[in-house]
């Protein structure tokens, strides 16, 4: 009997973790569509690009810089931007195939992304306790994370074990529907 308990109460800590981490995963996916949305919006038509000897050029339109390129007189580490970049980057970052530079989206580093995207904790708000209210007893909610969780010794019966069966997850509900 003891063994079964520890085994639903590892089994239902383990569920909340995986709900937990599911949930922080898909507000997470939501938080880069949102982003992606807002960056895939900002213009992309007018670029800068740095000479060999350090001078700043620009800002020029995407058909002249495509028309450029077309003749060939950008090396793939030719320092560019884009107007709201903070930094420039090699062209061959931002556009990795070079016969579609300045014809197709560029690819935005990642370092100008996160400077537009205000910090996960605080776009979204906290996820809830994965674990629904009483299932840790009446009028206990889960704790926050696992770390902070008490210790509790939990006593059930293989009556109420087996009761409930329906609840637990994978092999333990296995292992009570055999018991009953």
């Keep these: 009997a003891d063994t079964l308990a520890a085994a639903a109460a590892a089994?239902?800590?383990a569920a909340a973790r995986e709900a937990r981490e599911?949930?922080?995963?898909?507000?997470a996916e939501?938080?880069?569509r949102k982003t992606r949305i807002s960056i895939e919006s900002l213009p992309v038509d007018q670029w800068f690009y740095r000479t060999p000897v350090g001078d700043v050029q620009g800002p020029f339109e995407a058909a002249k810089m495509r028309a450029w390129n077309a003749h060939h007189y950008f090396k793939p580490d030719l320092p560019v931007r884009l107007e709201?970049?903070?930094n420039f980057y090699p062209l061959q970052m931002i556009f990795p195939d070079l016969d579609m530079a300045f014809d197709h989206h560029p690819v935005h580093p990642e370092p100008e992304i996160m400077l537009l995207r205000p910090p996960v904790a605080q776009q979204l708000p906290v996820p809830q306790a994965a674990v629904a209210p009483g299932r840790l007893g009446p009028g206990k909610e889960a704790?926050?994370?696992p770390a902070k969780a008490p210790k509790v010794k939990?006593?059930?019966s293989a009556?109420?074990?087996?009761?409930?069966g329906?609840?637990?997850?994978?092999?333990?509900?296995?292992?009570?529907?055999q018991a009953a």
């Design 11 to 13: 089994a239902l800590a």
């Design 30 to 32: 939501a938080a880069k």
């Design 22 to 27: 599911r949930e922080e995963l898909a507000v």
């Design 143 to 145: 704790p926050a994370s």
């Design 159 to 164: 009556g109420q074990i087996i009761a409930a």
């Design 154 to 156: 939990t006593a059930l």
């Design 84 to 86: 709201w970049y903070s």
């Design 166 to 177: 329906a609840q637990l997850p994978g092999p333990l509900a296995a292992v009570s529907a």
